[in-house]
Structures are given as C-alpha cells and as structure tokens.
C-alpha cells in the first residue's frame, strides 16, 4: 500500500500516519520526494479499508499496491532512484556510468596495466573479481583478500570506484572497506540469505538477473534487499538461458525499458556475459545505451588470450577507447550524456 502524503503534511502528522500503520500490522518505508513524502506500507494485512487512512489528516490519497513488489516498483519513488557516490558520481541520472576492467584480478600487473588504459578512456568504476564463482571447482577462483586489496589500490590511483562480487554472507564483512558498490552475481540472485543480509548494509548493491529468471523475479530479488533498508540497489541485465547457443547468452535488451517502466531502481546492462563474444560487445553496448541503460558493465584485459576467466568476452583496450567514443555520439541522441 501506497500513501501519498499532502505537500503541507506537518512532520508530526507524518509521524502519526507511521504509527498508525505500524499497529496495523505493516512495516513502514518512508521516501521524501521534490515536494511530497510517501510512505510504503509493507505487511499481509488485506482486511483494511484504504478510507480509514484517507481521512486522516496530512493524508492526500492511498492506493493498494497489486505487484508483489512494494519498494522495488515506481509507484513509491515515481521520480527514480539516483544513487550518489561520495567522489559525485551518480548512476540513475542523466549520465551514463561505465564500470570495466577484468573479469577476475590475476595479478597487480594485470589489474593496473588494465585500469590505467581504461581510465584514460573513460571508465568511472573498476570492475574485477576478487572471488570468483566458477562452473568448474578445478577454474582459477580469484585472489580473494588479496585481489580486494589491489584493486582499492589501483582504484585509489586512477581516480575510480570499485565495484567486486560478493558470493556468501562471510564475505562481506571483509569487502566492506575495499569496494564502493557491492556486486551480486546471476548465480547468487535469489539466495535470500545473502540478499538480507546485503539490505543491512550501507552501501550500494549492483543485483544481476538470474540466468532463467523472469522480471518479477529480478524485482522481488531487489525487494529483499530494499526490505532490509538498503535502498541503494541498482538492477543488472546480464543476458538470459535461452535455446540459442551462438552466444554465450540472450541479451534481453527489452528488459532495460521494462524493468525501468516498472521501478524506479538504476538499470545496468553486462553485454559482456550477455553476449559472450569479444565482437559482440560493443553493439549491445551501444543498443542498451540507446534503450535507456543508466550504466555498462564491461570486461576489459590487456592480453586476453592469455586471461584466466572469460577471455572471449572481454575487449582490447584499443577496443574499449573506440567504444567509449561511440558512446559519446549515441548518449546525445537518446538525451543522456557518459559520464
């Protein structure tokens, strides 16, 4: 249930709408929009009548939400979500973000041959896996702390964020002081575990699609985390299972528009393991551009016939300038701008 409370509610008499919703059995999720607060009332309860609330003072109207998602849907921050950085960056605004770098952290060569290439490019986010979940248990599975700590490091000195995957609950105590956004990984999507406890946590978290999972799905997986009070949540389409087996996966680039039609989280797109071909990257990059993606995930490596974890998929260097300045023409044309 949604209340929209009047532009001249008082602080107090928003405070009392609160209490009265919380003994009427619901959790309470309070936003302040440009010129009114809305309250997401949160619980089981049907046997209610919305024209108690109604005629409450402060309260403009009240709407009953049949999404099974409350948060995560547009109705309670209709004017999007925008999660800011402490360096000013911000992702679900009028800029398009770019996180790249390796699919996995090898070594500090690697990593700061590749992050200083695509800062020059670009690139306000340094992506890399420090633990790595694998199909195979006998794949490289990632440095661990140690690959936390270089790319702090390398993030520190070329002037961007960090954004790494968190696999299990233990982790995530340990990635807290290394990383500035969160990663959950297709695979992870619906371990509810993890996603509750990413919701008590004060930082973003970039959630990505399941690879046979549905919208709702994706959105519901968001509501957990946003449940939990971490309202800093931003979506990923990373391509899905399908019948086709050219690609790696179907990259669902309709799901950018829809998912951004029905909530008012960010939306990312992985064309990397959408596509998972080197020579298929850039046009996705460029047509989730123009359906509306507010960031890119990108896997970049220096040498990467020679990367241990997802080669194939990930661009040259030379490649990843080029594309970056593709960008910058398409940007324009849908109203955005790279950030």
Do not use: W
Not at 33 to 62: H, K, Y
Not at 152 to 172: C, T
Not at 175 to 184: A, E, F, G, R, T
Not at 238 to 255: K, L, P, V
């Amino acid at each position: 249930m949604i209340v929209a409370m009047q532009e001249t509610a008082t602080e107090e008499q928003i405070q009392q709408i609160i209490e009265h919703l919380v003994r009427m059995g619901f959790s309470v999720h309070r936003t302040t929009g440009v010129r009114q607060s809305i309250l997401a009332a949160v619980g089981a309860r049907i046997d209610f009548d919305t024209r108690n609330l109604e005629v409450l003072p402060g309260v403009q109207e009240v709407h009953r939400i049949s999404a099974p998602y409350k948060l995560v849907g547009r109705t309670f921050r209709p004017e999007g979500t925008v999660v800011k950085f402490a360096n000013g960056l911000a992702i679900g605004n009028a800029e398009v973000v770019v996180m790249a770098g390796p699919c996995s952290v090898e070594s500090r060569e690697q990593l700061f041959t590749v992050a200083q290439q695509i800062a020059q490019a670009g690139a306000r986010v340094l992506r890399g896996g420090a633990f790595k979940p694998r199909s195979s248990p006998y794949s490289f599975q990632g440095l661990g702390l140690e690959g936390l700590k270089l790319l702090r490091e390398a993030g520190d000195k070329f002037g961007m964020l960090v954004i790494s995957e968190v696999m299990e609950i233990s982790q995530i105590e340990m990635m807290l002081p290394y990383v500035d956004i969160l990663q959950v990984g297709a695979r992870n999507m619906q371990n509810f575990n993890l996603l509750r406890e990413l919701g008590k946590v004060k930082k973003p978290v970039l959630l990505k699609r399941g690879i046979a999972a549905t919208l709702e799905e994706l959105l519901l997986s968001g509501e957990y985390i946003m449940a939990g009070g971490n309202y800093d949540v931003i979506l990923c389409e990373r391509g899905i299972r399908t019948f086709e087996t050219y690609t790696r996966n179907t990259m669902d680039i309709s799901a950018i528009p829809i998912v951004k039609k029905l909530s008012h989280l960010p939306m990312t797109a992985d064309p990397s393991h959408g596509t998972g071909r080197r020579d298929k990257v850039a046009p996705m990059a460029r047509a989730s551009v123009a359906a509306g993606a507010d960031a890119l995930l990108i896997e970049v490596h220096h040498d990467p016939d020679k990367a241990l974890s997802d080669g194939a998929q990930s661009l040259f260097p030379q490649q990843f300038a080029q594309l970056m300045g593709e960008l910058r023409m398409i940007a324009p044309a849908v109203g955005r701008k790279m950030a």
